[in-house]
């Protein structure tokens, strides 16, 4: 089947997608779009976070014919041109990254919890990114990075 | 002592080198290297623990649009060698027999990824079933003495007697502990694109060592080493698991072989990753201690029992902690193994370490509380002048000051020992100390180069990898001391075989084996060149042990804080505060330290409480084996984890004063915290995980 979506701002076709096929499939294999990670395949690590109609999803859990004529956008459309994202910049200097295979699903969650609750609670942040293993950093520094991204996001607007 | 260099960029914090391609989705991990045309593979998994394949039916499988063949033992290609020893586990595909559940049996070739995994649940198998074993117990009559333990350290220790000091102690504490079998579980799932053409194998692979994958791979293919190469420039983290080749890098070599030069991508799904690629044994381990009534330790036994599979043995090195750890003068250590139809176990961070001192630990906060003594007290008084093993000095051991550092930051000297003795708003709390302890480890035969290049700018050459430790970073730190330059005129070049010979990341050596290797080049690239080369000039280095390596024994050294609230009527356990204050020698760099620091205690927080792989005894397979049902510490079961280092440098370990940091934040965790669940609560668990089941009686 042809699949037809919008991808981080521009609208895609994509041919011969078979119907069990996943959002995730289709953004790695059939898209280029490798920022969505596949670890899990069953919704729980959060590593394919991305979002469909501006709400966070799981891409694994998304069948493709699902995103017809939606929206998504990926990590790789969160940067402005050259420009990372107050999230993307907090989490390299917080050191929030390591392995790095968790970390665009984490700073999509992250985005979007800003977006709905700019300046989270600590354990407000702890809740919205329990869906989001990460088997390196210990989590500490993540936080770090979550507060320090909602303060820039405060103090720009 | 080597000559240490002078520390300029070692020691600042530095931003992660390969941060900004990894927030972006753009750093390329194995399965995202680009290749031409690729073909897709899927295992066929064997469902039966033990036996043999009497027919194998791929015709449904095979007529699938898109399938381009089906691999079994009858057709696949044919490996080189006899498949004895560790190759056992490599051996794919060349016979009929099943040694485990989940074993691959076959392989899908085919257009896409969704077809393979369609067609491999088309092949047919039928077995013929023979009875498998797969329940370690400390009574099995035949459990048996391996000829030596993984590291290469021997099976059983005995020094004075035991016996008699143990029947004399007027202090004795004789229990047993259980760790389960764990998982690794990297977030990035073991994967690997392989393409075969007429110059070799090329592999983009997801390992902690590219020169150990191709030198496994190469004779089983029969190949020359020049005409294998591994690719591996990020990978999303191993903890041990992706220390060697596994299986799947074996399919995807034999299909490789069949695609007419097409290249072919293999990813083991987070389910496969708990038959094929390495977990931690369980261990049943008996700790024995005997003490004066002061706590001054008088006999140490350490007995463990552990599984190994029945194709290679893999004998963790459990009990090794209590040789070196304590001033006892009366020690017997013993590993015993039992070889089951299980998995092949292998390395998890700090194998050995990691389980043998949650045991070790536990029993000496159980002796702290016979003898009346604070366990931090107790712990100085046990520390031992020199190393109880060898008998050589310490190249450094602060492990007291790091003991009393943690106390003085925790809070510790207003602790009342009585267990289950504070209630507060329906929570019991509690504290627990452990000590942690990690081998230097110092691999051989790594080398590096180091060019000028035409932009004014050093490149700097090794097969290292980056398993998200923050190689990229610190070992660009490192070249740049080494070379007396900024880091900014550095550009580090890892992850590939046609980069000199470089170690596995793994022992926590990687950055000491590299780091020797690149001070070596360096040193011989300004020795031959000076101050002012020229574009093009070069020069080679290796990384010689040091040699205060024979005259001292070199470990890192640590102490663990933790704090619990227990629910009274739920037995839920939270972990409000864990501190750890390590001697490691040098850090390199603290932000990526710190990181490695608090990753490795939390993941020991989640072994203390989470992890737990259960084995069906009938089908000897892990039921739990997906990240729904194998847990994890999540952000929400993390909360304040701190670490900190006492500020040094070990000149005698190398040139840049480290002596590693990886894994010693793992050992120990777990103890502190089932030692402040005591603390809390008065029931002492000494079965990993502690789940709230173990706390009612």
């Not at chain 1, 976070?49 to 956008?73: F, H, N, S």
């Not at chain 2, 990035?188 to 390992?207: F, I, N």
């Not at chain 2, 041990?240 to 490789?256: E, I, R, T």
Request: overall charge negative.
């Amino acid at each position: 089947m042809r699949v037809t979506f919008t991808v981080n701002g521009s609208r895609e076709s994509v041919d011969d997608v078979w119907e069990g096929e996943s959002l995730l499939y289709v953004l790695r294999e059939r898209m280029g779009l490798p920022g969505a990670k596949n670890a899990c395949e069953q919704g729980e690590c959060g590593s394919c976070t991305v979002y469909l109609d501006g709400a966070p999803v799981c891409a694994c859990l998304v069948a493709a014919g699902q995103v017809e004529g939606r929206e998504v956008r990926t990590v790789e459309g969160l940067a402005d041109g050259g420009r990372l994202d107050p999230v993307q910049e907090a989490f390299v200097e917080c050191g929030a990254v390591q392995c790095g295979f968790c970390t665009p699903g984490l700073i999509v969650q992250t985005h979007a919890l800003l977006a709905r609750r700019p300046d989270p609670s600590d354990a407000e942040i702890r809740e919205a990114l329990a869906g989001n293993l990460c088997r390196c950093t210990g989590y500490e520094k993540i936080l770090d990075a979550v507060r320090l991204a909602a303060s820039r996001k405060t103090g720009a607007e | 002592m080597t000559e240490t260099i002078r520390a300029r960029a070692m020691g600042r914090p530095l931003e992660r080198l390969d941060g900004r391609d990894k927030v972006v989705g753009q750093a390329p991990y194995a399965y995202e290297q680009q290749v031409t045309d690729p073909l897709y593979l899927h295992p066929v998994q064997a469902v039966i623990a033990r036996g043999r394949i009497n027919a194998i039916d791929t015709a449904d499988a095979e007529s699938l649009p898109g399938v381009v063949t089906v691999l079994t033992h009858l057709n696949a290609p044919r490996l080189t060698g006899d498949g004895d020893g560790d190759d056992r586990e490599l051996w794919v595909l060349q016979s009929d027999e099943v040694h485990f559940r989940g074993q691959f049996i076959g392989v899908v070739v085919a257009e896409t990824s969704e077809i393979a995994r369609h067609a491999a649940d088309l092949v047919r198998v039928e077995y013929e079933r023979w009875p498998h074993d797969v329940e370690l117990s400390a009574d099995r009559d035949d459990l048996y003495a391996p000829d030596k333990v993984n590291a290469g350290h021997d099976t059983d220790t005995d020094v004075g007697d035991v016996a008699a000091a143990l029947a004399d102690a007027p202090v004795v504490v004789d229990h047993t502990y259980r760790t389960p079998m764990e998982y690794n579980n990297p977030m990035e799932p073991h994967a690997t694109v392989a393409v075969w053409d007429a110059g070799g194998l090329t592999m983009y692979d997801s390992t902690q060592g590219v020169h150990v994958v191709r030198q496994r791979l190469a004779p089983l293919f029969g190949l020359d080493p020049g005409h294998v190469r591994v690719v591996a420039p990020h990978v999303g983290g191993g903890f041990g698991s992706k220390g060697a080749p596994h299986a799947h890098n074996v399919l995807a070599g034999l299909a490789a072989q069949v695609t007419g030069g097409r290249p072919v991508k293999l990813a083991v799904t987070r389910q496969q990753m708990f038959s094929v690629v390495g977990h931690r044994t369980p261990t049943i381990q008996r700790i024995g201690l005997g003490a004066e009534t002061d706590g001054r330790l008088t006999a140490l036994v350490h007995e463990v029992v552990e599984h190994t599979s029945r194709i290679v043995e893999y004998a963790e090195q459990t009990a090794v902690v209590s040789r070196m750890m304590y001033a006892a003068p009366n020690r017997r250590t013993r590993h015993r193994l039992a070889a089951l139809d299980v998995p092949v176990p292998f390395w998890m961070r700090a194998p050995g370490e990691a389980p043998g001192a949650f045991a070790l630990e536990v029993a000496m906060d159980e002796l702290a509380v016979a003898c009346g003594l604070d366990p931090v007290e107790l712990r100085i008084r046990n520390e031992p002048d020199v190393d109880p093993e060898s008998g050589r000095p310490f190249s450094g051991r602060r492990m007291s000051e790091c003991l009393r550092e943690g106390a003085r930051r925790f809070g510790w000297e207003s602790r009342d020992p009585t267990p289950a003795a504070r209630l507060r708003d329906g929570w019991l709390e509690g504290t627990g100390v452990a000590a942690s302890v990690y081998p230097r480890i110092m691999q051989t035969g790594n080398r590096a180069w180091v060019r000028y290049g035409p932009d004014g700018r050093y490149e700097v050459g090794i097969g290292a990898v980056d398993i998200g430790t923050g190689t990229w970073t610190a070992l660009t730190q490192i070249a740049a001391d080494a070379l007396e330059v900024p880091v900014e005129e550095v550009r580090l070049r890892i992850g590939d075989t046609d980069l000199p010979e470089a170690a596995v990341a793994g022992g926590s050596g990687g950055l000491s084996a590299w780091g020797s290797a690149v001070v070596g080049a360096a040193r011989a690239f300004r020795e031959k060149f000076g101050r002012h080369p020229s574009a093009g000039d070069e020069a080679t280095g290796t990384a010689p042990e040091s040699p205060a390596a024979e005259d001292f024994s070199m470990y890192s050294f640590g102490a663990q804080f933790a704090h619990v609230r227990v629910h009274a009527d739920t037995g839920e356990i939270r972990v409000p505060r864990m501190l750890g204050v390590f001697t490691v020698g040098r850090v390199v760099n603290p932000r990526t330290a710190r990181s490695q620091f608090v990753g490795a205690m939390t993941m020991g927080l989640s072994m203390a409480l989470h992890e737990e792989a259960v084995l069906d005894p009938r089908f000897g397979h892990v039921v739990n084996h997906d990240l729904a049902t194998y847990h994890i510490a999540t952000h929400a079961d993390v909360q304040d984890v701190d670490a900190i280092w006492l500020d040094e440098e070990d000149p005698r370990s190398n040139p840049m004063g480290i002596r590693g940091i990886g894994e010693i934040g793992i050992v120990g965790a777990a103890a502190a915290v089932a030692n402040a669940v005591h603390h809390a609560t008065g029931v002492r668990v000494r079965d990993l995980p502690i789940t709230p089941d173990k706390l009612f009686h």
